[in-house]
């Protein structure tokens, strides 16, 4: 993986980069020696290399188990409990041999979980259900619903074989109810937060099931591990991305969109929203982390990108690929729609210009732009991207004085949730 800051020449000096040499030292030195805030949730810190064969057989054994008999493979769970498996699976593709896996948890809205559980009718089913404490109210609600469906359709012990629960060793509602039920159970670490959990069971096993290869994922991120444990600022292109991102916020650049242009990317950059938005948007501070699918985006957010407020910077994920096609040649001179020039030419090509030709015009636009640039689509460089935004993020939340590991925001909009469904009538 590569970044390509030549986009951002005109609004960052180099000397300003300098300024943070020392600054990335002691961060580095505050993460690595664990000194930081929030240095109770670092266990993703050294996941990558601290693989464990007996927890990562027991994830394959089960995934196998529901490879075969699954039609329908339901994961539940909201934010970090779900986000990172469902950015993996839809950019890297499930096999044909996996049953169809469908979401539930991470919403209250009627209409879908009612079109979920009526397409359950005559197929086997198989859940997982994801929560580290245990009680949280969407993936509880949703598990409820599949639970009572589970229950009546295949009995008590039909059910128990059909659910593994993924979440704390050892407390919350979940937890306690798995005991009861006897449900097969994968430990999500208590030193691992939610949005840095994907390369533990949270995201593995959904992953493993899709039929993509976990261990190639995890080398991945083992490598990054060691490439990204660099302390120099200039041989770390994962601490350079968390430098340059605070430059052009004091410089009041705010909002940093996260770009791609592949259609199978939405939810990985859904998870990227999630892991740097409630990491630091904090103490009255942080850059809003939002997303763009470019060329589509271009049609509607691109007039704003190119002359709205000048408060915007771009990081834009480019892949290679050789998953690629043509455009189709026509019968003889036929031009009707004005594309001859481009017959027989690869679509990869042509969204590489376009990458390329929308870039320099925003930059020319005053919107600074980095490019993460990476070899190709596969699982090894997924596992080693993952890895480099959780670092990065980390050292981001140590440069804005923040502690990125913690969500106290959150619970302000729970509590008042909580305190309505307990006083209201319901209709
Ligand atoms: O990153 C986080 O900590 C959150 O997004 C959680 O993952 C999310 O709120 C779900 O929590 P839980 O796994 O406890 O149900």
Known sequence: ISLNTDYCNDFIKEHELEFYHEQINTVHELLHEQRGPGNRALGWLELPIRSNEQELNKIKKLAEKVRTKADVFIV?????????ARAVIDFLRQDNNSPEILYLGH??????????MASLEGKEVFVNVISKSGGTLEPSLAFRTVRSY??????EDGAKERIIATTDA?????KTLANKKGYETLVIPDDVGG???ILTPVGLLPIAVSGICIDT??????????LYSEPDLHKNPCYKYAVIRNLLYNKGKIIEQLVTYDAFA?????WWKQLFGESEGKEGKGIFPTRADFTTDLHSLGQYIQEGRRHL????????????????ELEGNEDDDGLKYLEGKSFHEINRQAFLGTISAHTEGLVPNMVIEIPDTSPYYLGMLIYFFEKACAISGYILGVNPFDQPGVEAYKKNVQKRLKQINFY
Not at 150 to 155: D, I, L, S, W
Not at 170 to 174: F, I, R, T, V
Not at 266 to 270: H, I, K, V, Y
Not at 313 to 320: K, L
């Open 195 to 197: 949005r840095y959990s």
């Open 76 to 84: 539940i769970g909201v934010g970090g409990s779900y986000l990172g």
């Open 266 to 270: 939405g939810n990985l950059t859904e």
């Open 217 to 226: 994922m995890l080398e991945g991120a083992k490598d990054a591990y060691a």
């Open 313 to 328: 910077f771009s990081t834009t994920i480019w892949w290679e690929t050789k998953d690629d096609l043509t455009l189709p």
């Open 170 to 174: 050892s407390k919350g509602k979940l």
């Open 150 to 155: 589970m229950e009546k359709h295949y009995g």
């Open 107 to 116: 919403h209250i809205s009627p209409r879908y979980i009612k079109e979920i």
